[in-house]
């Protein structure tokens, strides 16, 4: 699954569990190690850079930036 971010609400507890967890902003061909998701999750990764970079001209192969905190 792909989409375009175009805002951020205010954190709120999870509903689950009632931690307030936070949130990373990174590079989606970051996200599989980060997020621990192996070789298929890297997979999905790139097809979704893909996306993102022709539907919405997103520069996702940049890392010009390091990974930001968002709150």
Not at 17 to 38: E, F, K, N, Q, Y
Not at 42 to 71: G, I, N
Request: net charge neutral; no cysteine.
């Amino acid at each position: 699954m792909a989409a375009r971010i175009v805002g951020f609400d205010p954190r709120r507890p999870d509903p689950d569990g009632g931690r307030l967890l936070g949130r990373r902003l990174v590079p989606v061909t970051d996200v599989p190690l980060l997020l621990g998701w192996g070789e298929s999750g890297a997979e999905q990764a790139v097809l979704a850079a893909r996306v993102a970079e022709s539907r919405w001209m997103l520069p996702v192969w940049s890392h010009t930036a390091p990974p930001v905190a968002v709150d």
